[in-house]
């Protein structure tokens, strides 16, 4: 049984900084993806970020290149989500996901690509 385990939300002002954590359980993670999603209220789930398990690609959607990286300890079955330059728009619930297909390059982006869920984590960013 796969498990994925969020920590590291919380309230910041604008500016400011967290890192998020996704505890990674229950099989290999080796060769395949991870991926960082967020929804606002009212809003649609949407991409992040997605880290490659093995090689260490990395992905991002643009209104968060320069401010947010992901990153991910192999040893501790880990991904992070080190998030600078927090910005109230950046308000949402952030979810982890794991994603075990061949496809994880073409749609990692993709709600759908991913086959498990973390129960997400709180970030609120105020003005």
């Known amino acids: 049984q796969v498990q994925l385990v969020e920590s590291g939300g919380g309230l910041v002002q604008a500016g400011g900084s967290l890192r998020l954590s996704c505890a990674a359980s229950?099989?290999?993670?080796?060769?395949?993806?991870m991926g960082w999603f967020r929804q606002a209220p009212g809003k649609e789930r949407e991409f992040v970020a997605a880290?490659?398990?093995?090689?260490?690609?990395?992905l991002y959607t643009d209104s968060v290149k320069g401010r947010f990286t992901i990153s991910r300890d192999n040893a501790k079955n880990t991904v992070y989500l080190q998030m600078n330059s927090l910005q109230p728009e950046d308000t949402a619930v952030y979810y982890c996901a794991a994603d075990f297909s061949v496809n994880f390059y073409r749609n990692y982006a993709k709600v759908d690509e991913y086959d498990y869920w973390g129960q997400g984590t709180q970030v609120t960013v105020s003005s």
């Open positions: 880290i490659s398990w093995t090689v260490g690609i990395t």
């Open positions: 229950g099989r290999s993670f080796s060769g395949y993806g």
